[in-house]
C-alpha cells in the first residue's frame, strides 16, 4: 500500500475537494509514483490522512472507477489498474503506416461504457445465460424484465404501469418508432418531428411511407403553434431535445398535450437522455400527464450499452394491443437475451448503483469541455444535462471548416446541418459529446476540439 503519495489539498480552490484527490491521482498515475497493480489508501485511512471526510474520497474512488482508472471494491482493496492507453500527443492521431488515422469520437448519442461495473456488467449475463433455451419468446417480453423496468421507470422516472397503460419490451428507439408506424398509421400519413431532430426516427417513419414534416424548435423545444392540422402523430424529445439539448418547460408540456387531445393525435415520448440529469430533478414526463395520449419510448443504449439492444415501449392499452397484433403477423419482436441481461443487471441493484455512478462521472467530463471551450471564448449551449453540448458557430461553411480542421487533428466532430429534415437552417453548430472516450483520451481530444472551433 502506498502511503506517501503525492497529494495535497487547497481548500481555497472553487474545485471541490473530491476533484482535487481525483485529479491528483490521474497525474500520480501519468507521471508520477504510481503504476498498474499499486493498492491505494482504503478511503478511511486517506481521508484521516487528509483531513475529509470518507464521502469526499469515496466519491474521488468512484469518479477514478467510472473513468476506469482503478479497479476492486471500497472495503477489499482498490487498485490503480495497468494505466489506460495514453492519449496522442496534441494534434497528432494514432495511426499504422499506410492505415486513415485513428479519430477520437467526440460525436453525441453513444454511452459512457466507462461508467460500467465489469463485476456487475460480467455477472448479469452470466445470470441471462442460465436460463433454459426458449420454444416461443413472448411478444410482450419477458416477464422480469418488464418487472425491472416498471421498477426503474418508477424509481428514476415518477411514472408507473397501472390500469391505463401498458409496458412492452422493444428493441429500442428507431425498431419501437418502427413499429408504431406499422401498427397505428398508413403510407401517406404524415407526422411531425423536431427540426433538427433524430435523424434515425426520421428514417424510420419514412421507411413506413409516412409523410415527415419539420417543425422548428427554440430554446422550450418543439413549437407547438406551428404544428400542421393534417398530422396524424409527433414525435419529440423533452428531456434533452436532440440535437440542440434544450429541456421543454411545463408549459409547454401541458400545450402539447392539450393540443394532441384536442387535435385527435398522438404524441411519441422519446425520453433521450431523461435519466442524465446534474443540476435538478427532471420534470414530469409527458406521459404522467396524458397516458391517453403519449407513448413513452426508453432504450438501454445510452445508459448502459447498445449491445443489449432493448428498450421499452409505455401506452394506453389499445396502442399496445396494436403493437401486439403487429408482432404476431410479421413474427417480429426484441430478441429476450438482452432483456434477460437487463433484468439480471437490475435484480440485486446494480442498474440504480450505475446510475448514480454515472451522474457522478459525467458532470466532470461535461466541466473538461466547457472549460476548454470558455478558456478560449467559445459559448456552449444546452443544459447542464445528458451527454453533448451544442458549439454555435455563424454558419454551414463554418461548420465544414470545423470538422475538417477537427479531422485533420484527429478529433471526429457532428455539425448541427446534418440533423435538419426540411431545408431551413436556423442553427449551424458542433454537437460535442463527450460521453464515449476513456477520461485520458477525453481531456487529450477536448483541447484539440475546442482550439478547432476557436479559429473555425
Do not use: N
Not at 10 to 24: C, M, V
Not at 176 to 201: I, T
Not at 226 to 239: D, E, G, S
Not at 383 to 400: I, L, N, Q, T
Amino acid at each position: 500500500m502506498l502511503e506517501d503519495l503525492p497529494l495535497d489539498l487547497d481548500r481555497g480552490l472553487a474545485q471541490p475537494l473530491a476533484a482535487q484527490i481525483a485529479e491528483q491521482l490521474r497525474r500520480a498515475a501519468t507521471g508520477g509514483p504510481l503504476r498498474g497493480g499499486d493498492r491505494l489508501p482504503s478511503t478511511r485511512a486517506l481521508a484521516g490522512r487528509l483531513g475529509v471526510s470518507r464521502t469526499v474520497v469515496a466519491a474521488a474512488y468512484d469518479q477514478l472507477h467510472a473513468e476506469g482508472w482503478i479497479s476492486g471494491r471500497r472495503g477489499s482493496g482498490t487498485y490503480l489498474t495497468t494505466a489506460p492507453a495514453a492519449a496522442p500527443a496534441r494534434g497528432d492521431s494514432v495511426h499504422h503506416p499506410g492505415a486513415a488515422p485513428r479519430l477520437f469520437d467526440l460525436a453525441p448519442g453513444a454511452p459512457c461504457v466507462d461508467a460500467i461495473d465489469p463485476a456487475a456488467w460480467r455477472r448479469a449475463w452470466r445470470a441471462a445465460a442460465d436460463h433454459s433455451p426458449l420454444v416461443r419468446k413472448d411478444r410482450a417480453g419477458e416477464p422480469e424484465f418488464r418487472t425491472a423496468v416498471t421498477e426503474h421507470l418508477l424509481r428514476h422516472r415518477g411514472i408507473g404501469a397501472g390500469s391505463d397503460t401498458v409496458l412492452l419490451a422493444t428493441a429500442g428507439t428507431s425498431s419501437a418508432v418502427s413499429e408504431l408506424a406499422a401498427a397505428l398509421l398508413r403510407p401517406g400519413d404524415a407526422v411531425a418531428m423536431e427540426d433538427p431532430g433524430y435523424q434515425r426516427a426520421a428514417g424510420a417513419f419514412a421507411a413506413a411511407g409516412l409523410d415527415v414534416v419539420p417543425v422548428p424548435v427554440d430554446a422550450h423545444g418543439l413549437r407547438v403553434d406551428l404544428l400542421p392540422t393534417r398530422i396524424k402523430a409527433v414525435y419529440c424529445t423533452p428531456a434533452h431535445q436532440f440535437p440542440l439539448g434544450a429541456r421543454m418547460p411545463a408549459a409547454r408540456r401541458v400545450e402539447l398535450v392539450e393540443h394532441a387531445r384536442s387535435a385527435g393525435i398522438f404524441v411519441i415520448e422519446d425520453d433521450y437522455d431523461g435519466e442524465l440529469r446534474y443540476d435538478t430533478a427532471p420534470l414530469p414526463l409527458l406521459a404522467t400527464m396524458a397516458p391517453d395520449v403519449v407513448v413513452h419510448l426508453g432504450t438501454t443504449s445510452k445508459i448502459l450499452s447498445p449491445s443489449l439492444g432493448v428498450g421499452w415501449l409505455l401506452a394506453a392499452p389499445q396502442i399496445a394491443e396494436a403493437v401486439l397484433a403487429h408482432r404476431e403477423r410479421t413474427g417480429t419482436g426484441p430478441s429476450p437475451a438482452g432483456q434477460r441481461v437487463l433484468a439480471a443487471f437490475a435484480a440485486h441493484g446494480d442498474l440504480a448503483r450505475h446510475l448514480r455512478r454515472l451522474r457522478r462521472a459525467l458532470p466532470p467530463r461535461r466541466a473538461l469541455v466547457v472549460a476548454e471551450l470558455r478558456r478560449r471564448g467559445v459559448d456552449v449551449l444546452g443544459d447542464d444535462a445528458g451527454s453533448h453540448v451544442v458549439v454555435p458557430v455563424a454558419s454551414a461553411e463554418a461548420e465544414r471548416r470545423v470538422i475538417a480542421a477537427g479531422q485533420a487533428r484527429g478529433v471526429a466532430l457532428d455539425g448541427l446541418s446534418r440533423y435538419y429534415l426540411g431545408s431551413r437552417r436556423d442553427h449551424f453548430g458542433i454537437a460535442l459529446g463527450y460521453t464515449a472516450l476513456p477520461w485520458p483520451q477525453l481531456a487529450a481530444a477536448v483541447p484539440m476540439a475546442a482550439e478547432c472551433l476557436a479559429r473555425p
